[in-house]
């Protein structure tokens, strides 16, 4: 995986998906952004213990009209492996 995001590249990796006519699953609106930083989620199998040792890199889609927040695992979207991601 690039050490550098590219949201113009997640863009279109959605946009190949069918990502071309999304509609919010909150509002239905149809304007988005893609912010230019990735989050990351923690994984773990404990309930009461937070590892900070697997996590999966994300982009953030979020809707510009409510702000829901939509997590797309980078190493699928990207088509490239990834720790404790599988293509």
Same mark, same amino acid.
């Given at each position: @995986? #690039?050490?550098?995001?590219?949201?113009?590249?997640? %863009? +279109?990796? $959605?946009?190949?998906?069918? =990502? !071309?006519?999304? =509609?919010?699953?909150?509002?239905?609106?149809?304007k988005f952004s893609v912010q230019g930083e990735?989050? !990351?989620?923690?994984?773990?199998?404990? %309930?009461?213990? $937070? #590892? $900070?040792?697997?996590?999966?890199?994300?982009? @953030? @889609?979020?809707?510009?009209?409510?702000?829901?927040?939509?997590?797309?695992? $980078?190493?699928? %979207?990207?088509? +490239? =492996? #990834?720790?404790?991601? +599988?293509?």
């Amino acid at each position: @995986m #690039s050490d550098v995001f590219d949201a113009d590249k997640v %863009i +279109e990796n $959605l946009r190949r998906f069918g =990502a !071309t006519n999304y =509609a919010c699953p909150i509002c239905g609106g149809h304007k988005f952004s893609v912010q230019g930083e990735i989050a !990351t989620i923690n994984t773990t199998n404990k %309930i009461r213990v $937070l #590892s $900070l040792g697997t996590y999966v890199p994300c982009a @953030m @889609m979020i809707c510009s009209t409510c702000g829901n927040i939509q997590f797309f695992a $980078l190493p699928i %979207i990207n088509g +490239e =492996a #990834s720790d404790g991601v +599988e293509k």
